[in-house]
């Protein structure tokens, strides 16, 4: 159809240039937002229309997801309230059925319905799906044209404009998915380095939640772990306030979503709210929402929960793909960190127990040489005053293997776990006293002490040393004291001696 002026003329018609302008404005655009209010407001003054709406529509859910207007003020724009979402009017015929679509009066027609109330009054109606290749991205819908109805004219114009703006939809789209890509690849980069410096358990579960929430532009990200009891409880949550009241939430045995969760199987919600496989107590302060399967190599870590506010923008395919393949990633990070945590406390176990190893080859041995040469030569000594120093200098050699004993044993216990030993016992009341008293007290052991503690001995001996231990701190100048805990025929003993003003010295029994 050639493209005439307002007067039918054969003449060029003065819209031309305007249209040659607005496809190549259309296309000159990468961001997709701005290139949909572009086209909306373009395709609104190449018409002459008085009011214009480009519907985005969700193939998956067939309804509008996004709609860009042109022509509303932002008073009459608070007056409507919530925009149509394209299940009724016209403009849910355009969604189910995309083909031209011209109305001289809107209100002739029956299926012109569920018009939001506050809306200005429309009478003429033109719409044109947009198709990206064979997709039909949305739907452009222009009314009230200000000379009258719309023409042929304007249909083919919109539908040439519409074919451009497709092209152009289709390249800001790519631009648009590759940029969330990067954001997604490098917030899975940054959780990955996180995770491997060294974060606790807690803090890497966090670190995960955040990063997601902020990627995936949820209302919340949480971390939810299997219970004993066969549930599910949120062990980690962010969320842009206090998210307190999040963390120890369950999902109770028998919950529908939980056979997917714990097979390692996404859960993909619309609505939180009134979902009916939703049973957690939160549900109602939530929209859309992606649950996620952390595993890796066939372990289940966890699940990560990211939902949207109520009435919040539902999840796309993309959104979908890209959140699940951070979930991937981040649960083969999480178990990187707690392997590399794993051989980092082996290492350090191993260096423990080389160092026990060398105090007992060669300290205790060497010090054990030499306090029988010295002993020996005590005996052989004549002078009083020889034997007296000797004697002395075999008494702190003694009083020196037992302590470094003592430390051997100390490097021997696994640092994170109870003692199960008497002696482990005695040395953790001992080195949490230390931090009371500014020092840490000498402890020395004497005979089988292990062999000959019985529950009941043990316990006793145990509440007299704390007492001991307490009473040292109240008192005033202390600054060593000794613990020796000695077994004998005659069952366990215990002394605490310290060097405060004056001296003090406990005993037990």
């Known amino acids: 159809m050639p493209i005439t002026d307002e007067t039918g003329g054969d003449g060029p018609a003065p819209r ?8 190549l404005g259309v296309g ?4 997709l937002r701005a290139t949909l209010q572009y086209l909306v407001e373009t395709a609104t003054a190449l018409t002459g229309a008085r009011y214009g709406a480009l519907g985005v529509v969700d193939p ?4 509008l997801t996004d709609l860009y207007t042109s022509g509303l003020t932002e008073e009459q724009r608070q007056r ?4 149509p979402d394209g299940h009724t009017g016209l403009l849910g015929v355009l969604v189910h059925d995309p083909r031209p679509l011209r109305r001289g009066d809107l209100t002739a027609d029956p299926r012109s319905r569920g018009v939001p109330e506050g809306h200005p009054e429309m009478r003429s109606f033109l719409g044109v799906p947009v198709r990206v290749h064979t997709e039909v991205f949305g739907n452009l819908y222009l009314t009230d044209k200000r000379t009258g109805p719309f023409t042929d004219e304007d249909l083919a114009l919109l539908r040439v404009l519409a074919s451009q703006a497709g092209i152009a939809i289709g390249n800001a789209r790519l631009y648009e998915t590759a940029r969330q890509r990067e954001r997604w690849i490098e917030g899975a980069a940054a959780v990955t380095t996180a995770l491997l410096s060294g974060e606790s358990a807690e803090d890497a579960l966090t670190t995960v939640a955040e990063r997601a929430r902020l990627l995936a ?10 219970t004993e009891e066969g549930g599910m409880e949120i062990v980690a949550a962010s969320t842009p306030g206090d998210p307190g009241d999040l963390v120890g939430t369950t999902i109770a045995p028998g919950s529908p979503v939980l056979v997917q969760l714990l097979g390692g199987e996404p859960v993909f919600v619309e609505d939180s709210a009134t979902d009916p496989r939703m049973t957690t107590p939160v549900r109602n302060r939530f929209g859309p929402s992606m649950m996620l399967p952390l595993q890796s190599g066939g372990k289940l870590i966890g699940t990560l929960a990211l939902p949207r506010r109520r009435g919040g923008r539902p999840y796309t395919a993309v959104d979908r793909l ?3 393949q951070f979930a991937s990633q981040a649960a ?23 160092i026990a190893r060398d105090l007992h080859d060669l300290v205790v041995q060497r010090l054990f040489a030499t306090e029988m040469m010295l002993e020996s030569t005590r005996r052989r000594a004549a002078a009083h005053e020889v034997d007296a120093l000797l004697g002395r200098a075999v008494d702190e050699l003694d009083s020196t293997i037992q302590e470094v004993r003592t430390t051997i044993f100390a490097l021997q216990q696994p640092p994170a776990d109870a003692p199960a030993s008497f002696r482990g016992r005695v040395l953790r009341e001992t080195g949490g006293a230390a931090a009371l008293l500014g020092f840490q007290p000498s402890v020395r052991f004497s005979g089988a002490v292990d062999t000959l503690a019985d529950d009941t001995s043990a316990d006793r001996l145990l509440a007299a040393l704390r007492r001991a231990l ?13 613990v020796d805990v000695a077994a004998g025929d005659d069952g366990l003993r215990l002394r605490v001696e310290d060097d405060g003003d004056p001296p003090t010295t406990v005993t037990w029994p």
């Open 28 to 31: 000159s655009e990468l961001e």
């Open 322 to 324: 890209l959140a699940s």
């Open 470 to 482: 307490a009473a040292a701190h109240r008192r005033p100048g202390v600054g060593s004291l000794t």
């Open 80 to 83: 409507i309230g919530r925009l």
């Open 16 to 23: 031309l240039p305007m249209l040659l302008e607005a496809v």
């Open 217 to 226: 532009d949820a209302s919340a990200g949480v971390v939810l772990q299997p």
């Open 60 to 63: 998956e859910r067939g309804r």
């Open 332 to 354: 083969l990070a999480l178990v990187l960190a707690d392997a590399q945590h794993d051989r980092e406390r082996l290492a350090v176990y191993e260096d423990r127990d080389r």
